[in-house]
Nanobody, 126 residues
């Protein structure tokens, strides 16, 4: 019983920045990790980054490491994806998701995440 609401997407030029937000509500105490995934047109959904709800660990996919940062504000039950140096290949619908299972490591498979936000469009023009 977790509800996720995403925001922050938009249209930016290559090299620009965006910060995506995902606000969680409901049974947030059951969340193990919050993840960010993206899906480009004609492509499968791919893992981008995740952060444990406790804030003790995080994981970022190599393709965006150094440009993207995941952070959280537990007082606001919100997870952020800060994106710098955006490239056209970053264009996708970005989804946040909640993993509510007890785990020892962050998972990268979308099937591990039980709750999903509606998605927010990020478009990077060249």
């Amino acid at each position: 019983q977790v509800q996720l609401v995403e925001s922050g997407g938009g249209l930016v030029q290559a090299g620009g920045s965006l910060r995506l937000s995902c606000a969680a509500s409901g049974g947030t105490s059951n969340i193990y990790a919050m993840g960010w995934f993206r899906q480009a047109p004609g492509k499968e959904r791919e893992f981008v980054a995740a952060r444990t709800w406790s804030g003790t660990s995080s994981l970022i996919v190599d393709s965006v490491k150094g440009r993207f940062t995941i952070s959280s504000d537990n007082a606001k039950n919100t997870v952020y994806l800060q994106m710098f140096g955006l490239k056209p290949e970053d264009t996708a619908v970005y989804y946040c998701a909640a993993d509510v299972w007890r785990r020892t490591r962050i998972g990268t498979r979308s099937s591990l995440y039980a709750y999903w936000g509606q998605g927010t469009q990020v478009t990077v023009s060249s």
